[in-house]
T-cell receptor, first 109, second 116 residues
């Protein structure tokens, strides 16, 4: 199993940049690094994925160092609506993903 | 449909009763996954289907849990003789194929099960 480790919770003020780091020491060579976001009473939704270096989309940036044993999700200028749980995914088996407990981000006005 | 749908959205049942939860994946998605999420916890993988086959049933917590998928589309998760510890949100997801870490999974809104 390729479990992941990330902080249980984080608080941030509106307008700040938030960085959430995930450790995935046992990542396989062909595994991609994927982050999902979950709002209360909803299913998780994909936000970003990468293999190495840096990936940016309209929602977030993902930084992956050369050894790929960790990754950092960066949310620029968070707003109250970014309050959610953020999951860094590991591999739970051949074709299933390990979600873990995620990082609960609370954005404070 | 446009997204993954699940029914019912909420289910309250008495201990010992059987329940069936339904998932309708995104049209054309061949892979379908079931997860369970207890209050304040992460997602617990239960089972996945590629087409109508279930290559990995390792996450099913006991033999009271079973799932099937017919016609490569709709899936049903059945819990027999429900127990109070079965109370949770049951989430279904689908993806184009069962491709491991690269395939994006699209989740439904979940079924909230409460066993009294």
């Amino acid at each position: 199993l390729a479990k992941t480790t990330q902080p249980i919770s984080m608080d941030s003020y509106e307008g700040q940049e938030v960085n959430i780091t995930c450790s995935h020491n046992n990542i396989a060579t062909n595994d991609y690094i994927t982050w999902y976001q979950q709002f209360p009473s909803q299913g998780p939704r994909f936000i970003i994925q990468g293999y190495k270096t840096k990936v940016t989309n309209e929602v977030a940036s993902l930084f992956i160092p050369a050894d790929r044993k960790s990754s950092t999700l960066s949310l620029p200028r968070v707003s109250l609506s970014d309050t959610a749980v953020y999951y860094c995914l590991g591999r739970g088996g051949a074709n299933n993903l390990f979600f873990g407990t995620g990082t609960r981000l609370t954005v404070i006005p | 449909g446009a997204g993954v749908s699940q029914s019912p959205s909420n289910k309250v049942t008495e201990k010992g009763k059987d329940v069936e939860l339904r998932c309708d994946p995104i049209s054309g998605h061949t892979a379908l996954y079931w997860y369970r999420q207890s209050l304040g916890q992460g997602l617990e993988f239960l089972i996945y289907f590629q087409g109508n086959s279930a290559p990995d049933k390792s996450g099913l917590p006991s033999d009271r849990f079973s799932a099937e998928r017919t016609g490569g589309s709709v899936s049903t998760l059945t819990i027999q003789r429900t127990q109070q510890e079965d109370s949770a949100v049951y989430l279904c997801a689908s993806s184009r194929v069962a491709g491991g870490s690269r395939e994006t999974q699209y989740f439904g809104p979940g079924t909230r099960l409460l066993v009294l």
